[in-house]
Nanobody, 118 residues
Framework: QVQLVESGGGSVQAGGSLRLSCAAS????????MGWYRQVSGTQRELVAR???????NYADSVKGRFTISRDNAKNTVYLQMNSLKPEDTAVYYC????????????WGKGTLVTVSS
């Protein structure tokens, strides 16, 4: 069983910051790379940031230098620190394994909405 609970979204002005948290339960998630994804209504979900169990990270070009992904393996929690937010960052943010087979089997959480106003 896998459960993903995202939190920390909200409404901020451009230039502001938010910190998202993802509580991930399920033994299958313990050692896999995890990612933060975002989706704007009517568009495909996109990978924003990725982190391996050992802490190696990758970022989409659009967020490099502004977002930081981290994880606490003891707490099974993944974070996304978002700074210098822009209106184009507005989306629903989800966390999940970096593994489409896990998406297919267990689905996605409800996500958390981030709204950035200009």
């Amino acid at each position: 069983q896998v459960q993903l609970v995202e939190s920390g979204g909200g409404s901020v002005q451009a230039g502001g910051s938010l910190r998202l948290s993802c509580a991930a339960s399920g033994s299958i998630l313990r050692f896999v790379a995890m990612g933060w994804y975002r989706q704007v209504s009517g568009t495909q979900r996109e990978l924003v940031a990725r982190i391996t169990y050992g802490g190696s990270t990758n970022y989409a070009d659009s967020v490099k230098g502004r977002f930081t992904i981290s994880r606490d393996n003891a707490k099974n929690t993944v974070y996304l620190q978002m700074n210098s937010l822009k209106p184009e960052d507005t989306a629903v943010y989800y966390c999940n394994a970096d593994d489409s087979a896990i998406w297919a089997m267990y689905g996605w959480g409800k996500g958390t909405l981030v709204t950035v106003s200009s």
